[in-house]
């Protein structure tokens, strides 16, 4: 008896449900090679005879069709082997979602997955596959292309079914290209790259004599109870509910974001309770660029009970039976659950996030990494909190032996946060270098001091105060990092900059904010010290980040400060972190005015005593700085979309020249006495 | 008799239709305070009692509302003062056009633009102000804003007209956050920001008698006869059509690119020939980062004919009677008439569309620099094309005594080059410097090699041939750039990539590809070619760019090529320009496909015996290196958008982990082969 058989020996002996996701789980161990307990799998189920489903939550490369088609038969296999009645993959599984501008530009991929799709459908047989493709239509009227889904079943297509709300907001761009389907429900598969009209047809698909509403994400967000007001003028959930399906199905590309768990989970129960029907949503899982898929595919019961749940940030196949109430509850992040009645109030309490926070980003860095062909990375240990927590990151996504922290001191870094660099990085088990920048730093400054002489003979407006110093240095830094780049195989730098900092413009371009991926840019500061300590007290090596990195207020140590004479400390130079991230937050998440914030309270106000001018020269600093900050969000790099909003060019979209915005506004009264000034 | 009575008695004496348009200039060359001239246009345009339309062609900062509306009030006022029907302004003049996601973030700025038009309405008289302006909307369902326009007279808001068909590609994100217009025409005053259910309203205008048809931009552009396949379902200029108007009207916002002239003059011509109505249609001029706004509104008569056109790039006032044929057609960009009927094809012949891209991009050089508050450019000067070309570029748009060219030889810089580039600084009348980067390559070579000694002893990855010298001679430039942008007041550094080399990632990260501004990021290097040598003839002052500088073949001078012993020649490294611009012509105009592209010959291969070997090896290395350009293209600084379809990233959206597309494709038979091995 070897090992497998041991394996599956002790599994049989657990209670039923146990036993069908212990023998699962083995079996993706084994990559779906594992042909004794898929035997035993299907024994089990064969108990329940019609309403199984397998949820396969899947981590496509973007555009990678043959990869993708990969995992895709694999599952369909699989879920043929184990007799269920249906497989359900993410929706544009065959492409990956977001397909963006790809789609128009090179519509070779386009036919390309109609081509895959028509072969899959072949190896199909009694298990119906829902897999999730890109359509092309010959029409004279509207886009070229459906957001679509086949359900593939006895070695054809046997329907088809389009995408009719297309989300076009923060990071979604579904309305570019794709025309929504003027019908909700099923279509003939001799519709397929054909659909103008839409011709009468059951809207529900009959898969062993059950009943099953398909939608494609967005279709299920728009319940007008749930959400008040509603952005689409019809509900296609509501559609095919009237039909009386026996369960609706959701193949969904949703990536996370905070408080999007919450949401989700509220909206989905609460459909399924309205209509009294199981509702089964498969999500994507990895990160395609700036968007972290948490995948957490999951189903709902007539009653709004969640029945079951996959796991969330990792490939998973999930079998369910939402008729009969078979299904088990992975655990989601950690802290998730218990919010999911919070109110929406800025707080400093980030404990319930930073789990979600911390996978998001991991899984964004692995994914990016992996997706484009890189492995390892390189980065600049300052001693301070941004390199710091980004180091730690980096190391858990790529593993410790794949990075290098590179100390690069200049005469400004005290010894401690040489100390601190180095310590981090024996914690972490990464590589560690030491490369001082003096000599770059002189000679570059040597360089430019003779080329501002040149210049001041011909340009009367040099800056008494100037950043040239501080930039100087930031730079010589990521010309190292870059240099490393290019002279190892597969190695990128790593850009440090956090989201606070990137509001007020607080990063040096081609220095800091320079890097082949930003892990930490959208994550603010106060926040980044809760997910330090977090860190340190949750991963398996406890503490790796030093107490004294955490301790010290932040500062770029690129300057002394005339006050002090002392490294300038962010704080002093811009404003308290905290004041600044509430105004963060009200902006992404309230879209208030300057007035508004200046008229109500903010949490730093409650515990400190300011006085209105400084309230004011707070405000106006920020609505300063953050105008001319959008230069450096346009060149930001690659980086992954954590909070509810983000800077992330791919999300937030302001032209550079509107910079001259009056974000105060102003009186009926002062604008009729302007114009009459006019006039 | 003072200089200005002067000028108008001697204007006074031209034929009546001159006359006008000479007092018009006159006007605006003194910023519509001229009041003699005034009275004395008003007097002759009294003989058309009715029909005189001002079209306001004006320049507006992005969310700059005091600014527009100042521009707006001021012509308002004069076209009150010449007794006009009425004058018309582009889509959104208050904000400006594109708002994008500023729309969502900063309600504020909306709530801001209808506090102005209310007051902008009051002090209106006789004359309709036809103004566009966002508005939000109470509504519980779809999107909170429409594209609106509002007809002023007598003191108050009159009507609303609200856009239909919202253009959501390429450049244009309309669909993000505007509600499409359930309704074509005009709706009562009373639905200002209240628009829920259409009322039952006369469609058109009726102003001193006559009436007219009112449409925002996109709106025009669905005719069904014209455009096979149409974008759109319905089309708003048949529906107002069908009231029978005496004029149609479209407020535009629409950015030049290659052929788009040609397209729009073709259709407007159209349209208004086929509706048998006079079309009138203002467009926005100036640039809002990449989008540069040509302006050139224009009057077709009932028959189709060019009546009158505004000038291109510039602001103006024009004054036209479409019923009873007044107008005056400024000449448009030169060249662009000659080719209005030229099919689609590539061809090396660049001359018909050389003056629309230099004033295309000098436009958008001077209004980002105007626009966010810089004045003044430095540039790396190597001697080469691209540098020289972005040279002349920025000297025109900024003024020679603000720019500064700066020589930064390296050891591998010969003294040809070095000498090109101070003769092409002095031809042109910019300062000049040279900082030779020596020292500084040395510097930081010999930190790197220390470092890598340290880095190789864990990582057994180091390349044996690397770019990493290459890489730090255009950092160590780009170091000595920023520098000066730091330390002197309003100053940017200039990028010099052109778009063939980004296409195939041949640009340094942090190098050359970096800076406050990327002039030339939008043209290819056979029309590089082209524009230096139509520089050198057309500019006032001939031959600035040195010949020897445009007959030297193109490389970056930052490596030796060992089969030669001389400076790497970039098309040796890459392929033949004729043969790469072609590639790129066809990807982005006709959306081909590596298999077409292989099939079909090129130009290059009409004039050269070409393998189809080397034809592969070429296609096989465009593909690859255009897939792993993305991230470079992900942070490309802003630039202007000059071609039919650019890699601008706020144009072409593809995600970086999408580099493992096969563009190749395979046919049926080879992935049913690779399914069956899959089972």
């Known amino acids: ?145 459906y957001n679509a889904a086949a359900v593939l079943g006895e070695g054809k297509i046997e329907s088809i079914v389009r995408k009719t709300l297309l989300p076009n907001y923060s990071e979604f761009y579904d309305a570019r290209y794709f025309e929504p389907s003027p019908i909700v429900g099923a279509q003939p598969p001799e519709t397929l790259c054909n659909f103008q009209k839409p011709v009468d047809y059951p809207k529900l698909n009959i898969i062993n004599g059950k009943k099953y509403g398909i939608t494609i994400c967005e279709d299920c967000w728009n319940n007008n109870e749930f959400f008040i007001p509603n952005l689409y003028h019809s509900d296609p959930v509501k559609t095919l509910a009237d039909e009386f399906p026996d369960v609706i199905i959701n193949c969904s590309a949703s990536p996370t974001r905070t408080k999007k768990e919450q949401l989700k989970h509220n909206m989905l129960s609460y459909i399924s309770r309205m209509h009294k029907t199981p509702f089964v949503y498969v999500n994507q899982v990895g990160a395609i660029d700036n968007n972290s898929f948490d995948g957490s595919s999951r189903v709902y019961n007539a009653r709004g009970e969640l029945l079951a749940r996959a796991k969330s940030f990792e490939e998973q196949f999930l079998i369910v039976n939402p008729i009969k109430g078979l299904g088990k509850i992975y655990p989601l992040a950690n802290g998730l659950e218990k919010t999911l009645q919070e109110p929406k109030i800025f707080t400093l309490d980030y404990e319930p996030d930073l789990e979600r926070t911390y996978k998001t980003i991991i899984q964004g860095i692995r994914d990016y990494f992996a997706k484009t062909g890189f492995k390892r990375a390189v980065l600049g240990l300052s001693g ?103 002279e190892f195989g597969q190695c990128l730098p790593i850009a440090t900059s956090d989201k606070s900092e990137l509001y007020m413009g607080y990063a040096t371009v081609n220095g800091d904010m320079s890097g082949g991926f930003a892990p930490i840019a959208d994550v603010t500061k106060t926040k980044l010290f809760a997910l330090a300590r977090w860190l340190n007290k949750n991963r398996e090596t406890k503490n790796v980040i030093p107490e004294s990195i955490i301790l010290k207020r932040p500062g770029a140590e690129l300057a002394i400060d005339p006050k002090t004479g002392k490294p300038l400390i962010a704080e002093d130079a811009l404003m308290p972190y905290e004041f600044m991230d509430e105004v963060i937050w009200r902006i992404e998440n309230k879209h208030e005015s300057y007035k508004e914030m200046f008229e109500t309270e903010f949490l730093y106000e409650r515990e400190h005593n300011i006085s209105l001018e400084q309230k004011t020269e707070w405000l106006d600093k920020f609505y300063r700085r953050m105008s001319t900050a959008l230069y450096k969000w346009s060149i930001l790099p690659p980086s992954v979309i954590v909070d509810a909003r983000s800077i992330n060019k791919n999300d937030y979209r302001q032209p550079i020249t509107s910079s001259k915005i009056n974000y105060k506004g102003q009186t009926t009264d002062e604008i009729e006495k302007i114009i009459t000034e006019w006039m």
Chains 1, 2 share one sequence.
């Not at 081509?115 to 010959?138: Q, S, Y």
């Not at 972490?428 to 490369?435: C, M, Q, S, T, W």
């Not at 001091?449 to 930039?471: A, C, G, M």
């Open 384 to 486: 301070g909190l941004d390199s710091s927590v980004s180091a730690v990151l980096v190391a858990d996504a790529l593993s410790p032996q794949n990075v290098f922290g590179v100390s690069m001191p200049s005469k400004i870094t005290s010894n401690e946060s040489k100390n601190d660099a180095q310590t981090l990085a024996a914690n972490l088990g990464i590589h560690f270098a030491v490369a001082p920048i003096k000599a770059m730093y002189e000679t570059v400054n040597n360089s430019l001091q003779e080329l501002f002489t040149t210049i001041e003979t011909k340009w009367d407006v040099r800056y008494k105060h100037s950043f040239t110093p501080d930039n100087i240095q930031a730079r010589s830094r990521a010309m190292l990092l870059w240099g490393i780049s290019n």
């Open 1 to 145: 008896m070897n090992k497998t058989d041991k394996k599956i020996e002790d599994i049989l002996q657990l209670p039923e449900s146990e036993c069908i996701y212990a023998l699962n789980e083995l079996i993706e161990e084994y990559n779906f090679d594992c042909p004794e307990a898929i035997k035993e799998l299907k024994e089990i189920l064969k108990t329940y005879n019609y309403g199984n489903i397998g949820l396969a939550q899947i981590n496509p490369i973007l555009g990678n069709i043959q990869y993708n088609a990969q995992k895709i038969v694999k599952r369909i296999k699989y879920a043929e082997n184990l007799g269920l009645d249906m497989v359900v993959f993410p929706e544009l599984t065959l492409t990956g979602y977001p397909i963006d501008d790809i789609i128009d530009r090179h519509p070779v991929v386009v036919e390309e997955n109609i081509k895959w799709i028509k072969e899959i459908a072949k190896i199909t047989g009694k298990t119906r596959a829902l897999v999730g493709f890109i359509e092309k239509v010959k029409s004279n009227t509207g886009r070229r292309y």
